[in-house]
């Protein structure tokens, strides 16, 4: 790398445009054989089949993506600056879009023109997953740049994503400066504090990806009797009673979450919030089953935010059966002209197929529903149009008529 040429990998003739136009992923089938040996993690560059550069990235034979591209330009020096600038500039946009927050996603790979690199701040503890071989292979070089630009009290790594096989590397926890949090790591999220487990809570700790929604459904909770189905930490929950719910439920089949769920609500003095550990679509089917359901047990909001149903375009069909099916149930709980917060987390699932699920649940339950909100992640997972596995989290409000 210091001062060498690069490695060469060329492109098959018609190969170039997808990735000039902005996607950073070089397939292993849109390139020639190698011409000469190229070690895993290494810095390449790519040209077109007429010679002419397309960029520079890191190189693995393991991957479907042989080269994961980081640069336009001819030359990519990969140190502790260039880590640097990279963060800062997507700092940058945290700023801007979510002034005052404190903990948030600090870069979200491809849509930080960082492949294969996640970096969450939860307060003062970094959070770092690596799922390329090269970012992987450079940590030190990210732990550093992160030192200088955070002074953290510690990094930590959670590489437990299972794409990291895919790549020929091991799942691993590691802390990787400083000193992890002893149990809980307390966060602000919003207005209100919640308690984060690095080695029990989901992605790097918790949903960052939700944390613009949450307010802004709590803020449509005034007065209202809500349900939180897949309620895990209690995010829509909480926000909801801060918001001025008069009666909060919170349903998750984690035991775990639910017991932090409630723990939340202590912390930040919300009452009139219960959170009962049990398969959400039983806790439906067993509440909404009576043909008469009471008004009393009606509910005014309900949000609904599952896990992904399916992680691969094969199972989507089961994925959508999945969907129709808590849909069905959650708008019979509902009160006419309540509202319904619901979320799609897969990349696979698109935004209309999602409505469309919706609507075929609501015409079975007899339901005209009006859209009133549009959801999407929040802006610290930023989205770039011509990089579609960026987009993934999608989520509407419909108001039942009355
Ligand atoms: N709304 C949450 C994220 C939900 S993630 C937030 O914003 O933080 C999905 C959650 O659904 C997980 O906590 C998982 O434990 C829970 N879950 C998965 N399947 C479930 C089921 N069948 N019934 C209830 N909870 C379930």
New binding site residues.
């Given amino acids: 790398m210091n001062g060498e040429p690069l490695k060469t990998v060329y492109l098959k003739p018609r190969e170039a445009d997808r990735l000039r136009a902005g996607h950073p992923w070089v397939y292993y089938g849109e390139i020639t054989p190698l011409r000469e040996p190229i070690t895993d993690g290494e810095c390449v560059q790519v040209l077109d089949s007429r010679n002419h550069l397309v960029g520079c990235g890191l190189f693995n034979s393991k991957s479907k993506i042989r080269v994961r591209l980081l640069s336009r330009r001819e030359k990519l020096t990969l140190n502790t600056e260039f880590f640097k600038n990279r963060i800062e500039t997507a700092l940058e946009v945290r700023r801007h879009a979510m002034p005052g927050a404190t903990s948030f996603r600090v870069v979200n790979a491809e849509s930080d023109f960082l492949s294969g690199l996640i970096i969450d701040k939860y307060e003062d503890v970094l959070v770092l997953q690596t799922t390329s071989l090269g970012m992987d292979q450079r940590k030190p070089l990210i732990v550093e740049a992160l030192k200088e630009i955070f002074h953290p009290t510690a990094v930590l790594e959670k590489n437990d994503s299972p794409s990291r096989t895919f790549e020929g590397m091991e799942m691993v926890h590691s802390t990787l400066y400083g000193t992890a949090p002893a149990g809980d790591q307390l966060i602000r999220l919003n207005q209100l504090q919640f308690k984060v487990n690095f080695d029990s809570g989901?992605k790097t700790g918790?949903?960052l990806d939700?944390q613009v929604n949450?307010k802004k459904v709590g803020d449509m909770a005034a007065g209202a009797r809500v349900l939180?189905?897949?309620?895990?930490?209690g995010?829509?929950a909480l926000h909801a009673a801060k918001g001025g719910a008069r009666e909060v439920i919170g349903?998750?089949?984690?035991e775990t979450?639910i017991k932090t769920a409630s723990e939340g609500a202590k912390l930040n003095n919300l009452s009139g919030c219960t959170f009962i550990n049990?398969?959400?679509?039983d806790?439906l089917i067993e509440h909404a089953k009576n043909t008469e359901i009471e008004q009393k047990d009606l509910f005014d909001l309900i949000?609904l935010?599952?896990?992904s149903f399916t992680r691969n375009r094969h199972s989507v069909d089961a994925a959508l059966n999945g969907y129709k099916e808590i849909h069905l149930r959650a708008l019979k709980l509902l009160r006419p002209g309540g509202t319904l917060a619901t979320?799609c987390c897969s990349h696979h699932v698109d935004t209309q197929s999602f409505q469309n699920v919706i609507l075929n649940a609501a015409f079975d339950a007899h339901k005209i529903l009006r859209r009133t909100h549009i959801y999407s992640q929040s802006p610290d997972h930023p989205i770039i149009p011509v990089i579609p596995e960026t987009e993934y989290l999608k989520g509407f409000a419909f108001e039942v008529a009355k």
Avoid: E, K, R, V
């Fill in positions: 989901h918790c949903y939700q949450y939180d189905c897949f309620c895990f930490l995010g829509f349903i998750d089949q984690s979450a049990a398969n959400a679509f806790w949000i935010d599952p896990p979320f």
